[in-house]
């Protein structure tokens, strides 16, 4: 990135290819011209929150900015998480969300488990949506979070890729430092409610093959069962960081 | 754990041995009494957060309980994490405290830094406090987190044991993959605040043997790196957990 490069992070739906211009949405016109108060001429990093990674200049500020590619990469994730995750108590379910989306989580799936439903939190997607661009921005990722609408665990599992590797949170089951540490492809961790899966939610995920693995020497909050394995995900990258 | 212990586990500062009876403080009696809802002759399960752990019948219910220790074993840690940390944003310091107390974080010691302090966190030692002896029911540990009051980083290192593991969270570190996993003894993880170590902090840091490590392929907020530095230690410990 060239020194004159501000902080500012973009989020666009679609990147033009390098000498392409493109005027801004609302939100990010906002951002670009009252947050980060950049002026015609600078660049900026932007991403599509799909692999694409590209240097703007902008050529306009205001409510209808406008910026022209100078750049642009375009890459597929090598690793991706999925979360399934049961609803946790309170309002955890906030933190829950910017924390995977910080963590570099690909898609969070809410669980409606027989023990504990996501209701609560009808009508928080778009709040979470807000919550994971913020992420994305705070860490400067290319791949935003997807916040999907919550299934019940049977209908997620049928929706899972195949051949990932399929991880239950699971306070009894191996040591995460025993298992083989999650490279490329996809993982998926399936994270209980705050009461747990029910005996027959764990036959269903068992049969489709999770295994159970624990995050610590301990039990966990669901939430934070969720950040622990999140985390295991995320500090098993072997490459440095090569983020903007 | 026998078939009649409770969900319940108490806190109780001088566990007496075997056969020893005990008169409940006010916070312990009216969680035993009013939110588990014991009755004589039932068992509960006791720490006195510092390695002990009890089984105790209870004798008599009410605001001033009073208990029989049945059994009573004491360990001492084998691996112990302890957490410098600057300031986070906002009001993101009580849950750092609630989680790194959950993953079995020994000593949390806030750390003031030229970029940052703890100055708004003024007064929130107690409910520091409170959220670790509820994190520490939660996972019903036998070690509690000790909160400590904020130090400036010279202060801070000058009083860290010696011979441990020593490391500073830092998105361009060594990826925590490359890192040996820290088994047991003392490790220490270091985070700087939301604005970052300064330049002469972290060469006071790099002086003391602190080795930059990566916990991600992104940056991350403050609050989330020592969760995720948390995470890192927590998930390498190679015991089946044991725990009541």
């Known amino acids: 990135m060239p020194a004159d490069a501000t902080p500012s ?3 666009v739906s679609e990147l033009p290819s390098a000498g392409g211009r493109l005027t801004l949405e609302d939100d990010e016109s906002h951002y670009l011209t009252r947050v980060c108060r950049v002026r015609p001429g600078e660049r900026v990093t932007a991403t599509d929150g799909r692999g694409a990674l590209a240097l703007l200049r902008v050529i306009e500020r205001g409510r209808r900015a406008v910026v022209e590619v100078e750049s642009c990469e375009r ?4 690793r991706q ?3 399934l995750a049961g609803a946790p ?4 379910g906030d933190w829950m969300v910017e924390k995977l989306a910080e963590l570099g989580v690909a898609v969070f799936q809410p669980i409606d488990c027989q023990r504990g439903g996501w209701e609560r939190m009808k009508g928080r997607s778009d709040r ?3 919550l994971a661009v913020a992420a994305l921005r705070q860490s400067r990722r290319r791949f935003l979070l997807e916040v999907r609408e919550p299934q019940v665990l049977a209908e997620a599992l049928a929706g899972l890729p195949a051949g990932a590797g399929y991880w239950l949170a699971d306070a009894a089951g191996s040591p995460a430092a025993r298992v083989p540490a999650p490279r490329d492809g996809v993982t998926v961790g399936l994270i209980g409610p705050a009461a747990g899966l029910s005996p027959a939610e764990r036959g269903v995920a068992e049969t489709a093959g999770f295994r159970p693995i624990s995050l610590s020497d301990s039990r966990l909050r669901a939430e934070t069962a969720a950040l622990a394995w999140a985390s295991w995900w995320s500090a098993a990258v072997v490459r440095s960081p090569d983020r903007p």
């Open 9 to 11: 992070f973009l989020l």
């Open 75 to 78: 890459a597929s994730a090598r």
């Open 81 to 83: 998480a999925w979360v």
């Open 89 to 92: 108590e309170g309002e955890r």
């Open 128 to 130: 979470w949506r807000r």
